[in-house]
């Protein structure tokens, strides 16, 4: 169902399901280690009883984007539920269909229909969600322009909590001793998957300049291996994207690109005559040749392009990473562990990976500047303010080649994290 409504390939929706379930037993986990989120606390004499009790808000109202139209309902309504509250769950109009079944798989497992209430349409809904005074709290995920606007009405006679993601300009970096194999493999996969349409895709790659033509050359063949079409069928990575305002955005993309710059791989549109079914279908784009300052390398285009720009030093390409208003991932591929140390170190992004034949990792789900406000991984009961940014990595030795490179694999390399919220 997910991959007819919304054009992902049959392993990332399976792999959309799957996470769904791992971010509900994620929360029940989160409730049951911490005994309800009721502790007791230290004691000033004997004859008191002193303990720290979070109760839930009342109404939590999820508002899910059509890219991840399980997962992104899934885990936010989970984590309202498990933390007392009750849903009301209003999602993209794109991903209507999924939600249905996903309420229907919460309601057979027992979730009360007076928990969980589903609300259908467009902004006209969400508007209504959003300014309704009975409504305590609010998770939502789409781009930096709505969650702002959310974020800003949500709270008028008094503060309520919001937790809003909202979206990325996801950078890689690439040394010269990196295994560019495994580079091209994951800027790829992080690039193309779900054709571009993630708020954790990478979409810039600032690489030493010793490695760059080794790295355009396997970015060039990698895209021209992806395989575009009907995502019901196996063989098939990449579907069409979601509307025609994203074929619109790619097109407007690629003739900037060609104007002030090359296009090394990709550029067109597929048409239905050439045997696809009918969709909007693109192909993966690798772009090169921009000017340092072009708005190919700051602006979120959620299409499969990628921009790759040589730089003379891990610094440089640090600092051009973080020379942006989102800081939702980033990557770096190394063969030195003192250039890993100094990339997470400086890097300023929520969920950093490292050496990841797989790609970008969504991870907690956190970022900065303007990419989210509030906890995305923060029960709606819990103190989701206990930090200002939290790194997830997924680190493999240098040199070595991380084969399956599955989430199992993170590890905890956190930056300024508090309380037991976790990566």
């Known amino acids: 169902m997910m991959t007819i409504e919304v054009g992902k390939n049959r392993l990332e929706a399976l792999g959309d399901v799957e996470e769904s379930a791992d971010l509900i037993r994620y929360y029940c986990r989160q409730v049951e280690d911490n005994n309800g989120f009721s502790h007791e606390m230290e004691r000033l004499s004997a004859n008191e009883i002193t303990r720290s009790v979070l109760r839930p808000h009342g109404v939590w109202a999820v508002i899910s984007p059509f890219n991840f139209p399980m997962a992104l309902a899934a885990g936010p309504a989970g984590a309202a539920l498990a933390a007392g509250n009750t849903v009301v769950l209003k999602p993209s109009e794109q991903g209507t269909y999924t939600a249905v079944k996903l309420v229907e798989c919460l309601r057979d ?124 069928q196996r063989s098939v990575f990449m579907g069409p994207v979601i509307d025609e305002d994203a074929v619109a955005r790619f097109t407007d993309a690629v003739d900037h690109a060609r104007r002030v710059g090359k296009i090394a791989a990709g550029g067109e549109l597929l048409r239905r005559s050439e045997g696809r079914a009918d969709g909007h279908y693109v192909t993966p784009t690798v772009v090169t040749d921009l000017p340092p300052d072009d708005r190919l390398l700051t602006e979120e285009l959620f299409v499969p392009l990628v921009a790759v720009v040589p730089v003379d030093s891990l610094d440089e390409a640090v600092i051009q990473a973080n020379d942006t208003d989102f800081g939702l991932t980033a990557g770096i591929f190394a ?47 819990r103190p989701a303010a206990a930090a200002t940014t939290c790194s997830s990595t997924c680190v493999s030795s240098p040199g070595r080649r991380s084969a399956d490179d599955h989430d199992d694999h993170r590890t905890g390399h956190s930056h300024g994290t508090a309380g037991p919220d976790g990566p």
């Open 335 to 381: 063969g030195q562990q003192w250039e890993i140390d100094a990339f997470l170190d400086r890097i300023e992004a929520g969920v950093v990976y490292v050496n990841r034949a797989a790609g970008a990792t969504t991870g907690a789900w956190p970022g900065c500047s303007r990419s989210a406000a509030g906890r995305a991984r923060a029960a709606p009961a």
């Open 109 to 232: 497992a027992g979730i009360p229909a007076d928990a969980l209430h589903l609300l259908l349409g467009g902004d006209q809904v969400g508007n209504a969600v959003v300014e309704h005074p009975d409504v305590a709290g609010l998770t939502f995920t789409g781009s930096y322009q709505a969650g702002m606007s959310v974020y800003q009405r949500f709270s008028k006679r008094y503060p309520k909590p919001a937790i809003c993601e909202m979206g990325g300009k996801n950078a890689a970096v690439v040394t010269a001793g990196a295994d560019l194999d495994v580079a091209a493999a994951g800027i790829s996969r992080s690039a193309f998957g779900f054709s571009g349409q993630k708020c954790s895709a990478c979409s810039r790659v600032y690489v030493e300049r010793t490695a760059y033509q080794g790295l355009v050359d396997r970015l060039v063949a990698k895209a021209g291996e992806v395989v575009v079409g009907d995502p019901t």
